[in-house]
Every structure is written in structure tokens, then in C-alpha cells.
């Protein structure tokens, strides 16, 4: 993936995260699109890392602007119901942070 690529998938991501001051509910967070950076950036070394209890990434440029606990390390798709608390179709995402310190 290039730099220019993956700056803007960051930014796509990052618009959830950020509080919108005009009073409008921030954009949905791109759980697929999260997933995908996922699968690009630590599938390919996933082997070397899955039994270890912690991680340290150090990261820089774009990725420096992710908190990489956000990536779900499975592909999900969120069903928001009528009803429920704002955001908790995020209960069962599994977050990269779940299951490494």
C-alpha cells in the first residue's frame, strides 16, 4: 500500500474519531475499511505475532494518527438496532486492543 493510499484510509477512519463541534452524530466508524488496513498491514506478519501477550508497534506519518487497537482482527459486519445504546454495535467487534496490551 502506498503512503498516499493508507494516509487517506487513515483519514476516512479518523473522521469517527474525532468530535464534530457542530452538533451532528460523527460519521459511523468503517469497521470493513479498518479491517482491510488489518489485513494489509499486520496479516501478512500475523504468524510471528499471534501467540504474544502484548504488542508494541511503533508507527509514524498516517499510522501515527491511528490507534492501531481500533483494527478488528475479523471481518464483521455491524447491524445497528432500533433501540439499543448509541454505539453498541461496537460490543462485539473484535478489536485488535481485546486481545493484545
Known amino acids: 500500500m502506498k503512503a498516499d493510499e493508507l494516509s487517506q484510509k487513515v483519514g476516512q477512519l479518523r473522521k469517527a474519531l474525532e468530535p464534530q463541534s457542530s452538533g451532528w452524530r460523527n460519521p459511523a ?29 511503533t508507527t509514524n506519518g498516517a499510522l501515527g494518527e491511528l490507534p492501531l487497537g481500533l483494527l478488528p482482527t475479523a471481518d464483521v459486519k455491524l447491524e445497528p438496532k432500533p433501540g439499543q445504546p448509541l454505539f453498541a454495535e461496537y460490543r462485539n467487534v473484535p478489536w485488535l486492543a481485546r486481545n493484545y496490551a
Do not use: C
Request: aromatic share 14%; glycine share 4%.
Open 29 to 57: 466508524f468503517d469497521v470493513a475499511l479498518a479491517y482491510q488496513l488489518y489485513v494489509s498491514l499486520l496479516g501478512p506478519v500475523e504468524a510471528s505475532w499471534k501467540d504474544a501477550k502484548s504488542l508494541i508497534v
